[in-house]
């Protein structure tokens, strides 16, 4: 684009206008602080990320090759890569690796599928929708430290749970202790996580849902689709980016549960419900050791990016390659 120059004008003697010279251009200047505007903005978000996310985890990546000594002025031996072949020898650690995935795959697919079930009920005009939403995802800002206890209480031996399996629907002929083996356990974390997570899947499908072109499911049942396949040839393209999304930041969520079984379990009975936070959590500051600790960390990290890379360029393809038509 050719750039202009305004000319600064005088008067001489007799009153006539004269051009004396360019005016000073403040082109420059003003493309320099439209340049540097965005990066005022960015800026204290990343100092934040930096100081809060980036130098933890540089730190818990260093010290995973040490024995980290936590008293002052205690040197810390370097171990190299010890505390990763620790992990590979400790079967409590693949014990919390195995049920961490257990708990991802209850979770993950439940909540997918009830999101967006109740996402497609409440797109519809109805009374009480608000309400409806309101409930739904009342569980999602509610406390974990709350939600856990009370699961607990509904799934202890004289719970509520119990009283309805036994008592009401007469499913089963004796209480069952949940809490106190792996596998029950874990369906009580699981239910907690699925129940708490549905209002959160449900928001993010309604959004998408809602903005689904209206013209093409009116299209497609004019042609006579059925709800089913309008929900897959129109619908489902449709919101398949949020499908990614939400599928995605689930899976991680999933591997990053702690909360609920730390308080429901805390990791028991003998290290059977252990998952992989609530272990590393009790080798740092339990058995205060940090690098065997610090190497969990690592490890889950670089676990979750790797399946969450491979989900989203799975999904993708399978978009992409006309899979959901």
Known sequence: MPMTTTVVRARDARGRRVGVGPAPHAGPTRARRRTLTPYLFIGPGFALFLLLIAYPMARAFQMSFYDW????????????VDNYVKAYDDPIFWRALVNSGVYMAFTVPAQVVLGLGVAMLLKAKAPGRALFRVLFYLPVVTSWV????????????SGLVNY?????????SHDTSWLSSRWTA??????????KGIGWSMMIFL??????????????????????????????????PAMIFVTVML????FNVFISVLLMTNGGPADQTQVLL??????????????????????LTVLVFVLSAAQMRIMRRSNDDGALS
């Open 251 to 254: 899976v991680i969520g999933g």
């Open 69 to 80: 000594a936590i008293v002052k002025g205690a040197a810390s031996k370097f171990t190299g």
């Open 146 to 157: 709350v939600v856990s206890l009370l699961f607990q209480y509904l799934f202890a031996d």
């Open 207 to 240: 959004a998408a849902l809602q903005a689904v072109p209206r013209e093409l499911e009116e299209s497609a049942a004019m042609d006579g689709a059925n709800a089913w396949r309008r929900f897959r040839a129109v619908t489902l393209p449709a919101i398949w």
């Open 278 to 299: 609530t272990y590393m959590y009790q080798q740092a500051f339990k058995y205060l050791d940090f690098g065997y600790g610090s190497a969990i960390a690592i490890v």
């Open 164 to 172: 309805g399996l036994h008592n009401v629907l007469h499913i089963a």
């Open 186 to 195: 874990l369906i009580a974390i699981g239910a907690l996580g699925t129940w």
